[in-house]
């Protein structure tokens, strides 16, 4: 039980990070990085100083605060909702409960986009749902020639999205849509995607480990696959001829996507596995 750990006084950070450490102990699979990096983000150090010094103390309004984010992390919240930042593709990204914290997986997704593109090349990108712009950013950065368009569905993330777009430097054109609507009659030579894929009734997102994240980000319908349907099938009209899409999906719909792809015309179908070896990215071009 969280209350029943003592809290530690006076409030050296090393006092801090055990306690930190025993809170977590049941409920963080790495109660120690957790600790480290919450303190470290608190006190504006690096991590590696924070476990340098331990013996240096901070100031109890801190530990206070330091205490209260434990607490909640210790309830399963994201830790990059605690920092508020979260590391994509090397690039430092807000994120807030807004917006899904972006994946290590759909690293692949932007390796995939990226084979296609040269290094100076130029091309029209489209990211659907592109939640903090995590992948909008990635390939914004990666590709400095490709004219990148990303669209949401919620305000909320777009408004973080472009922050980070202004933070970063990075030119990307932002549109709050449900997928295609509020498109006018551009056309893309890549779309790319990572939509909702959960099923509705997963227990992870009832109460498992996606409780914290928006609800919208997660929900793929009953069979988990309504917003990849919606892309597949609204694609072939906003893609140039010959242009690809590249979708993100669940590790057991690789045969649905691939099925739903050559249903609508897609050709040169292939899917990639992601680091852990589920497959995760499958992508199309049409004719
Ligand atoms: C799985 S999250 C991906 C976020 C981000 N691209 C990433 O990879 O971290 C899916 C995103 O799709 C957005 N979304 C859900 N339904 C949408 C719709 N109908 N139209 C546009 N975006 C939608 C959500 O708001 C969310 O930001």
Redesign the pocket.
């Known amino acids: 039980m969280i209350s029943e750990h003592v809290q530690p006084d006076p409030v050296s950070i090393g006092g801090l990070l055990d306690w930190g450490v025993r809170l977590l102990a049941s409920n963080s699979t790495s109660p120690k990085l957790d600790a480290e990096v919450l303190m470290a983000a608190l006190t504006h150090r690096s991590r590696s100083t924070v476990m340098a010094f331990p013996e240096r103390a901070i100031s109890r309004k801190l530990a206070k605060e330091f205490r209260a984010l434990m607490h909640r992390r210790a309830k399963g919240t994201p830790l990059a909702y605690l920092t508020g930042h979260k590391e994509?593709y090397s690039i430092n990204l807000r994120v807030s409960s807004d917006?899904?914290?972006?994946?290590p997986e759909?690293e692949i997704?932007v390796d995939q986009l990226l084979r296609h593109i040269a290094p100076m090349g130029v091309a029209k990108v489209l990211?659907?749902?592109?939640?903090?712009?995590?992948?909008?950013l990635a390939i914004k950065q990666q590709r400095p020639n490709t004219s990148v368009v990303a669209?949401?569905?919620?305000e909320a993330?777009l408004s973080i999205a472009s922050k980070n777009g202004s933070r970063l430097g990075l030119e990307v054109e932002w549109i709050f849509?449900?997928?295609f609507?509020a498109l006018d009659e551009q056309q893309f030579g890549f779309i790319v995607?990572?939509?909702?894929?959960v099923g509705r009734e997963d227990p992870r997102l009832i109460d498992g480990v996606l409780r914290h994240e928006?609800r919208?980000?997660?929900d793929g319908g009953m069979d988990g696959v309504a917003?990849i349907r919606?892309i597949i099938t609204g694609a072939p009209r906003v893609l140039a001829p010959g242009g690809t899409l590249l979708l993100?999906h669940g590790n057991d719909q690789k045969l649905t996507v691939s099925k739903l792809l050559r249903a609508n015309s897609f050709r040169s179908i292939e899917t990639h596995q992601d680091l852990a070896g589920h497959d995760r990215v499958t992508l199309g071009r049409v004719a």
């Not at 749902?129 to 909008?136: E, F, K, R, W």
């Not at 669209?151 to 919620?154: H, M, R």
């Not at 995607?193 to 894929?197: D, E, F, L």
Request: glycine share 8%; net charge negative.
């Open positions: 994509f917006t899904l914290v972006p994946r759909t997704l990211d659907l749902g592109t939640g903090c712009g995590a992948i909008a669209v949401d569905a919620s993330a849509s449900s997928w609507k995607s990572n939509p909702p894929y928006p919208e980000a997660l917003s919606e993100e």
